[in-house]
């Protein structure tokens, strides 16, 4: 009886150890897949996995995932819901006319959620304008897109008076301050907010007749004068009131800024970009492509906006890089960050949605699915252009999962290795432990 039993168990440990070992094996391939197959799609493609990825947010939303990110930073409510309105705009924007009509429906929907007292109860109506730069910069952007979705003899004419009332708020607001950078909290100031605000006035000129032409010229020019003395690329938290530099550039915000600048002024977002590729994009233990949150050479903390800082890179900063790289024609970089992603994030998919990190941080999937989807919208696509990355990027990740997929073998093959029909044993090698064998051969 007793010798029964142990066989029993012996044979379920042996076959408990051979379902394991498939596991690994099959984590090591379809890792080693995520890395090779195009996570990214050209201007006019869907961007793999990037509906499924919205299906998921909305369910989330629906759930009250903005309340829940409220809780996690100041703007948690406002860019979970933004961020979903502004993929499905480029989505949108990539499809023919007539296949718009999902994209519209969910952008409006989006859309209706900032302007409410809930989207609108971080921010302060004392600001100029109102609610602040922030807030009134990505919302008319957002409405913006609405109407870019729309032919120009469809547009509804509510939208259209309010996308043209906030513009020209934004340009008076603009236009009278001494510094080019508008405050979005009171006594606080970010230049990436505000690039935001003037990516929406060249896009009201294109989609209206021009007003603001000047007003962006002066931005620029003033931008120009502020920027960072160390890096040269545009600060990422100045004084209030002169708009001079209180703290220097910063991944988390210059991954960002990009996404807009392109549409601002294509040759002056092409300097800053390359700028900020060369001190910015790093290959931390030489595993991919990804990006610090301070330049090369320096240090420092990870807050609110960087997020927790692994060998001084930046998660988020890296996600929106994805999109800055998509805008400027940049395929090489994109193309790894999105793969890398694709590994790193541990994405679950089903038939009907798509989650990364299991679904824990909803406004992860927010900024991956909106960095994925990435096109200008005011500027003509950027023909590929791909600074140097080396092709060879992928090879030790790929060398890591080969490493992980034969591990659960290796033992079962040295011990064939010792028992086939005329092998002796190996000169100084210690014997195999009899369990190990029991459990990958059985008994003998």
């Not at 979005?184 to 209206?208: K, N």
């Amino acid at each position: 009886m007793c010798g029964e039993g142990t066989t029993a168990s012996r044979t379920v440990l042996r076959w408990s150890y051979a379902f394991l070992a498939v596991v690994v094996t099959a984590a090591g391939v379809s890792g080693g897949v995520r890395l090779i197959v195009p996570a990214v799609a050209g201007p006019t493609a869907d961007p793999p996995g990037v509906r499924r990825q919205l299906a998921f947010l909305r369910a989330q939303l629906d759930d009250g995932a903005g309340t829940a990110a409220q809780q996690l930073f100041p703007e948690g409510y406002f860019f979970l819901h933004a961020l979903y309105g502004l993929s499905w705009v480029d989505l949108g924007r990539r499809a023919a006319e007539e296949d718009r009509g999902t994209a519209l429906r969910e952008a409006r929907w989006a859309l209706d959620r900032l302007d409410s007292p809930v989207g609108r109860e971080p921010f302060s109506p004392e600001l100029a304008p109102s609610y602040g730069v922030f807030y009134r910069g990505w919302t008319n952007w957002l409405r913006g897109g609405v109407l870019s979705l729309q032919t120009a003899r469809s547009r509804d004419p509510v939208e259209l008076t309010r996308f043209a009332e906030d513009a020209a708020a934004l340009a008076a607001a603009f236009d009278a301050a001494e510094s080019p950078y508008l405050p979005a909290y009171p006594g606080q100031a970010w230049p990436v907010d505000s690039t935001v605000a003037i990516a929406s006035l060249r896009l009201h000129d294109t989609l209206l007749p021009a007003r603001f032409g000047g007003t962006v010229e002066r931005w620029l020019s003033g931008v120009r004068q502020r920027l960072d003395p160390e890096t040269g690329l545009l600060p990422h938290r100045v004084d209030p009131a002169s708009g001079a530099p209180a703290e220097g550039a910063r991944g988390s915000s210059q991954s960002m800024i990009l996404r807009f600048l392109v549409d601002i002024d294509p040759a002056f977002a092409r300097a800053q970009y390359l700028g900020f590729r060369e001190r910015f994009v790093a290959t931390p233990l030489g595993l991919g492509p990804a990006v610090r949150e301070y330049p090369a050479g320096t240090s420092g903390q990870g807050d609110v906006d960087s997020g927790p800082l692994l060998l001084g890179i930046s998660l988020s900063a890296t996600v929106v890089t994805l999109g800055a790289a998509q805008v400027q024609g940049d395929a090489a970089l994109a193309g790894a960050l999105a793969n890398y992603g694709e590994l790193a994030g541990v994405p679950v998919t089903t038939p009907w949605s798509k989650r990364y990190a299991f679904g824990a941080m909803p406004i992860g999937d927010a900024f991956l699915a909106w960095s994925k989807a990435a096109r200008p919208w005011v500027a003509e696509q950027v023909a590929e252009q791909s600074p140097s990355i080396s092709r060879w990027w992928r090879m030790p990740l790929l060398c890591l999962l080969a490493l992980l997929g034969a591990a659960p073998w290796l033992p079962a093959l040295r011990a064939r290795r010792r028992h086939r029909p005329g092998a002796g044993p190996v000169p100084g090698a210690d014997p195999v432990p009899p369990s190990a064998e029991q459990l990958l051969q059985g008994d003998r």
